[in-house]
């Protein structure tokens, strides 16, 4: 069984804070690695991808990948109260075919 | 809104009724995806289509049945649900099957099975 691994949360940081969403998973020759942002009543939405490892920065974001430890984190600078919602974490396989395999999330909540 | 569309946004159906689920997306991609969000489980793939055919299906209920009519619009019809089923269904949309697959999510619809 491929897993993906997150702490629920909910993490409490104040705005302008760093917030650190960690998640770990199973499957050592995973490939692709993806961050969702899912407000609550709504659906995923794209916020991240990093298929190598080291760090990937886009604004306020970035997410870090260690294959070797089999963890990758987003990290959001300056955090703002917009940003409370529930992260996912994704992750693809080699010869996965199509599947995606989700985290169950972290809820983030900034508070002002 | 992201390029990917669903109806109807949410849904109330008996046990014995007949419904469907429709999907579109306007990304020019050729994967299209049914998952199931339930409350505290991880995300669920339930299906996917790629150029029209089905290329997954993940051991899905037979009263779930989907249909791929061409690579942009995707259904899922609905017959004799259990409650359990209630939970929110999420299409996606991605170019293919390759390792830097990006799939793009629609706004789903709120089933509620009574």
């Known amino acids: 069984q491929k897993e993906v691994e997150q702490n629920s949360g909910p993490l409490s940081v104040p705005e302008g804070a760093i917030a650190s969403l960690n998640c770990t998973y199973s499957?050592?020759?995973?490939?692709?690695f993806f961050w969702y942002r899912q407000y609550s009543g709504k659906s995923p939405e794209l916020i991240m991808s990093i298929y190598s490892n080291g760090d990937k920065e886009d604004g306020r974001f970035t997410a870090q990948l260690n294959k070797a430890s089999q963890y990758v984190s987003l990290l959001i600078r300056d955090s703002q109260p917009s940003d409370s919602a529930t992260y996912l974490c994704?992750?693809?396989?080699?010869?996965?075919?199509?599947?995606?395999?989700f985290g169950k999330g972290t809820s983030l909540l900034v508070t002002p | 809104e992201t390029g990917v569309t669903q109806t109807p946004r949410h849904l109330v159906m008996g046990m014995t009724n007949k419904k469907s689920l429709k999907c579109e997306q306007h990304l020019g991609h050729n994967a299209m995806y049914w998952y199931k969000q339930s409350a505290k489980k991880p995300l669920e793939l339930m299906f996917v289509?790629?150029?029209?055919?089905?290329?997954e299906n993940n051991s899905v209920p037979s009263r779930f049945s989907p249909e791929c009519p061409n690579s942009s619009h995707l259904f899922l019809h609905l017959h004799t649900l259990q409650p359990e089923d209630s939970a929110l269904y999420l299409c996606a949309s991605s170019q293919g099957p390759s390792s830097y697959n990006e799939q793009f999510f629609g706004p789903g619809t709120r089933l509620t099975v009574l």
């Open positions: 499957d050592r020759v995973s490939q692709s």
């Open positions: 994704a992750v693809k396989g080699v010869g996965s075919g199509y599947a995606l395999n």
């Open positions: 289509y790629s150029l029209e055919e089905r290329v």
